[in-house]
């Protein structure tokens, strides 16, 4: 019992870290292409955490299983969810950072053809 | 585990306070998108918080069910985005 109150306690603030993270990161990157790593990736893998943390603290077992397919579920889709945002944010014409060495998108015309 | 858990949803608080402001931030429609998928995560992080504080098994399926609708928004936002740029 012990056990698993420390390890729920490790993983939610392990979770909970990384979405602070995820905002901070959000602040300090210089375009929204390189924003978009530190939104989707710490706030995909942090949210999966504290779900995990949830389903081993929660009594009932239909709860846990709620969560865990929770925490399945975001670790499937919010990748998704971050190449679409990357997808739209190239084709309204999002402005690059200086950093940006090469962009592969710019000739093609990446617009989803009817 | 009270004072675990309530520093954990302190953090996912300020996370999503962080998130309200980088949406009304000045900036390319891109961040808006961004900040609104990450406050949605930032709301399935805290509600996982309070499960892990109340032992009560209610808030799995807001859990659950804003995961979901969390992705589907994201999705229609950035067809949305698109919509407008991509006619010929």
């Known amino acids: ?114 | 585990m009270i004072v675990v858990g309530t520093i954990a949803l302190a953090m996912t608080f300020a996370a999503a306070v962080g998130c309200l402001v980088l949406l009304v931030r000045r900036g390319p429609l891109a961040d808006r998108a961004i900040a609104l998928d990450t406050l949605t995560t930032t709301i399935v992080a805290a509600s996982a918080a309070s499960i892990v504080i109340t032992r009560d098994g209610e808030w799995a399926d807001v859990a659950l069910v804003l995961g979901l609708l969390g992705f589907l928004g994201t999705v229609t936002v950035t067809r949305f985005m698109e919509r407008d740029r991509g006619r010929r």
């Open chain 1, 1 to 114: 019992m012990i056990v698993r109150d420390v390890l729920a306690g490790g993983l939610l603030l392990a979770g909970a870290a990384l979405a602070v993270t995820a905002v901070v990161g959000y602040l300090r990157l210089p375009d929204a292409y390189a924003r978009m790593h530190a939104a989707t990736k710490p706030a995909t893998l942090g949210v999966a955490l504290c779900l995990l943390a949830a389903a081993l603290r929660v009594e009932d077992r239909s709860s846990a299983s709620k969560l865990v397919v929770a925490a399945v579920f975001q670790l499937i889709a919010t990748p998704v969810a971050g190449h679409l945002l990357g997808r739209a944010a190239h084709a309204t014409g999002t402005p690059q950072s200086r950093y940006t060495v090469l962009d592969e998108l710019a000739d093609r015309d990446d617009r989803d053809d009817p």
